[in-house]
């Protein structure tokens, strides 16, 4: 009989937690309930009994595992380094396999999401261009404004406040233009330009993403003007897939594998000094494709080279010493072009008001940056290099926003909760700017803010960058 994906787990993942409590206080769903089921050491006993088969595969056991944000606050406070990543998308992965949650509507909207929609990019474009047209059309401010949405069922109905807004271009046709790509062309511009202070000639592929690709296109230009900026050859495959996450984090390990590998085939990363990624969550996955395919003969040596190669922006720049920007040439004085010139009126809705002296901005921590990939320091390094940013720390920042996936779908009552904590929090800095590096956190935190009166602006913090930049040649 086949092993379920609990008990095929390497044992000695299961066997890592010696029961020492040091992750309770960091744990949003313990700290919500107090109760030691809802906690990572609870939920990883719970694993460790299926696993033995002394425990039955419920719908209890379902429901806490669906109740867990995947936030893995509780791996940066582990001494012991349990491995909650891996157990986790096992544990879901088990889920899925028993069976124990199904029901028609589930099985169709899984299979529409993550069999079809996120594993044929071009679907996932032309979906995108549908949703496109509903919202320059207007039909999505007449539908909210109508109340319409109420009609839909109540998963959609929570989410569709953090519909993203469809950009007009997609990646490819935002980074075409800029994009270095012919090496003799970057070699002779890279000789052209050497100097002492020049940084080395670096060539480097840029992972678009999926829902990135459509819906935050912005981003990507900014990291492809960035990395140029630094002396970075861009390349930015056009044929790129979902890196897989969203199954990995719902229990769908097969068809993540399935993503990975073309990911792999459709590269040839002894071109590439680095891999790129600027999404959180994609990243922290995309940095396990070696565990992923470990045991996959005809893949493992290749993914174990993408995760060595793969990078955050923000983790990637601090590495290569990124060039710090200079002041716009004129700070004091109208600067129309100036991203925080521009920030600050439209969060005042004073048109061409002077480029302020000092911008606040505070920094919200996604989880999948600072406990999935230990990157904190870097992206407040790039903030605080910023010419009219001054960075304000707020209080709990890595604590989870609630966001998680599909956890505002799936658990909108914690979601909420979260998301209303994290607000205050990001309030009480007075900053009008969030920088945030994931997407998702950014949709979600926004819908929060949907009948503010003055609405928080959450920014990548590479666009900052690349603005700033910008600016520079743009006096
Ligand atoms: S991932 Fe987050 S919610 Fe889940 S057990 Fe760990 S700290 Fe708690
Ligand atoms: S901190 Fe680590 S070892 Fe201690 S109880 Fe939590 S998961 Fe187990």
Redesign the pocket.
Known sequence: MKQSPLQSLDYSVLQ?????????PTCPTYAETGREKNS??GR?SLMRAIADGELETTPNFAEEMSYCLGCLA?TT????G?D?TNLLEHARAHVEQSGVVKTPRRDFVRWLTMKQLFMKPRLLRFAGRLLWLYQVTGLQSLARALRLTKLLPTSIRVAEPSTPTIQRRFSDSLIAKVETPSSAKTAKSASASASPSAQPFRRVLLLTGCVQDIAFSDINRATADVLLANNCEVHTPRAQSCCGSLHAHNGELDLAATLARRQLDAVDLSQFDAVISNAAGCGSHLKHYDRLLATDPAYAQRAAEWSRKLRDISEYLVEINFRHPQPPARTSTAVPNHPLNLLRSSIDGREKSPAPTVTPVTYHEACHLCHGQKISAQPRAILRAIPGIELRESAEPTWCCGSAGIYSITQPKTAGWLRDRKLNNLRATAAPIVAVANPGCSLHLQAGEAHSANPLQFIHPVVLLASAYAAETHP
Do not use: T
């Open positions: 890592q937690c010696m029961h020492c409590g040091m992750c309770l990572p050491r990883i509780c406070a582990c001494p012991a349990v909650y």
